[in-house]
Structures are given as C-alpha cells and as structure tokens.
Nanobody
Framework: QVHLVESGGDLVQPGGSLKLSCVAS????????MSWYRQAPGKEREFVAY???????TYGDSVQGRFTASRDNAKNTMYLFMNTLKPEDTAVYYC??????????WGQGTQVTVSS
C-alpha cells in the first residue's frame, strides 16, 4: 500500500515563490507515475504536473514556465517549485501516485493561498 503526504503549503504574496513536497511511503517504484493536481473552491480538480522516472515531465498550460516539478527517487519524494505566483494559483494542491492496473493513490492535500 502506497501512502502520500504533501507539505509546504502556505500564504504567499503575489509574485512570490513556494516549494511543495510529496513524500511517498510503501511499495512505490521509481517507474510509477507521480503527479500534482490542484483544486480551487467551486472548481474542478486541475492537472498541474506529471513526473515519471524523473525524466518524463509534463505541465498544465496554466503553470507552464512558472512551475517546475522534480522527483528524488532515492527519497521517494516529488517536489513542486512554484514561482511568480498569482492569486488564481490559490488552491488545495494534491499529490497522486499511480501504477496502471495496480494502484491509484491521492494525498490529503496542502493549501496554497496567494494574496496580498
């Protein structure tokens, strides 16, 4: 069983930066996919970034060029470096880990608020 714990969410001013972490425990392989999603109040959950094996990285259109995802397989940890934050980035950010046909697990989420 894989378990995910996100951390790093905070209140930050527009234009600021923040780093989120997602630590995975349990039976997770370096080849399993890990992703970031976010959900703002009253909106559907939105794809942010996808990291597989530390090399295959894809970003959502709304964060492309501002956010950077990375993964440290030795620590079973995925990161999301968020720069030039905007008020519309305010959301609960979720980590997801998946191995097709075996498991699909979500973390509990961490709150990011961008406001002056």
């Amino acid at each position: 069983q894989v378990h995910l714990v996100e951390s790093g969410g905070d209140l930050v001013q527009p234009g600021g930066s923040l780093k989120l972490s997602c630590v995975a425990s349990g039976d997770i392989f370096s080849t399993d996919s890990m992703s970031w999603y976010r959900q703002a109040p009253g909106k559907e959950r939105e794809f942010v970034a996808y990291v597989r094996a530390g090399r295959d990285i894809t970003y959502g259109d709304s964060v492309q060029g501002r956010f950077t995802a990375s993964r440290d397989n030795a620590k079973n940890t995925m990161y999301l470096f968020m720069n030039t934050l905007k008020p519309e980035d305010t959301a609960v950010y979720y980590c997801r880990a998946r191995r097709v046909g075996v498991y699909d697990i979500w973390g509990q989420g961490t709150q990011v608020t961008v406001s002056s």
